[in-house]
């Protein structure tokens, strides 16, 4: 497959999983539409040769900020009257097939990317010793903002569920 035939594909997945997110009523459902589409900016960095990137974004954000938000999620003791009926039968054959969709893609995209990277691509994003020294030293002020919101929004969650409800 060329190049342009996978980044077409990922950037389909990306903005599939982008709206399943929204338009998804269950947020369990909404959680795993968001991996779905943050595996799929992975691969978009696979294809620019960044594979320091693409691990980051799946170790971090597809990895411990989704635990954090299916933690906050399950925190806020949502009944099922609140987010709907869940079809599970019905969701096991798409899940498999949307899955393997996935994979097949991955696995091409990293294919690709390996292949561009021992191919000495002028495409490839900054040697990782330069970002971290930019990401500690120019941009320190908006990873400090980001975990702050980060660090409020979890404090926020908590207070929320903590609250004594109503009536009872």
């Not at 320190?140 to 969650?157: F, H, P, R, T, Y």
Request: charge should be neutral; glycine fraction near 8%.
């Amino acid at each position: 497959m060329t190049l342009k035939v996978l980044f077409l594909l990922v950037a389909l997945g990306a903005v599939v999983g982008a709206i399943g997110m929204l338009s998804s009523p269950n947020p369990v459902h909404s959680a795993l539409f968001l991996v779905w589409t943050l595996f799929c900016v992975a691969a978009v960095y696979l294809l620019l040769g960044a594979e320091f990137l693409a691990i980051v974004q799946i170790i971090v954000y597809a990895g411990a900020i989704m635990v954090l938000f299916l933690f906050i999620i399950m925190l806020l003791n949502l009944r099922r009257d609140e987010f709907g009926d869940d079809p599970l039968p019905r969701q096991w054959g798409w899940g498999l097939i949307l899955s393997g969709l996935l994979a097949v893609i991955l696995i091409s995209v990293a294919g690709a990317a390996l292949t561009l990277r021992f191919a000495g691509d002028p495409l490839a994003l900054t040697p990782i010793p330069e970002l971290a020294r930019m990401l500690f030293t120019k941009y320190l002020l908006a990873v400090e903002i980001a975990s702050l919101i980060l660090l409020i929004a979890m404090v926020g969650v908590v207070v929320l569920a903590k609250r004594p409800k109503e009536g009872v």
